[in-house]
């Protein structure tokens, strides 16, 4: 009786660390290729000055007013600030209907990576139902998630967090 008791305490000591071993992390996708300026002409509208081409991705840039919006900490709802920048965008993808974006949701370094990939995910997804109440088409509009693995700015103070809490608008093709 003893030696089955003694058997069964190791077999459930040997449970309870296997449940508390990490967990391989999931790989994230490769980060958006842009073709460097270098290695291919601007898209030009014809007028041999170097216009960028109507609906291009260069457009996107140079007509909205930003492509990127910010939260405050922990926080995905759309402010009036982002609103104004998300207006800009509506306008722009409803003059070119066969345009598709994908919304890349951020979080500044702080919290656990699981935790930054969901609040990352609903900064991406309030950006794209934000657009899709404006009147553009959700099949047209792609998200995804980096969490804090893609920071635009270094460092650890709230300078820099502040600019990593954000949604960016990437034209497609």
Known sequence: MAKIKTTLLIATCGLAIAACAKKRPETLPPAPVETPATEAPPATTGT???DVSPGSAADF???VTSNTINFGLDQYDIDPGAR???DSQAEWLAR???VRITIEGHCDERGTRE???GLGDRRANAAKNYLA???IS???M???SYGSERPVATGSDEAAWAQNRRAVTIVLG
Do not use: E, F
Request: glycine residues 12%; charged residues 15%; proline residues 8%.
């Open 48 to 50: 041999g000055t170097g």
């Open 61 to 63: 840039q140079r007509s």
């Open 84 to 86: 104004a920048i998300l």
């Open 96 to 98: 070119y209907p066969d």
């Open 115 to 117: 935790y930054n990939l």
């Open 133 to 135: 109440a404006k009147g």
């Open 138 to 140: 959700p099949a047209r």
């Open 142 to 144: 792609t998200t995804i």
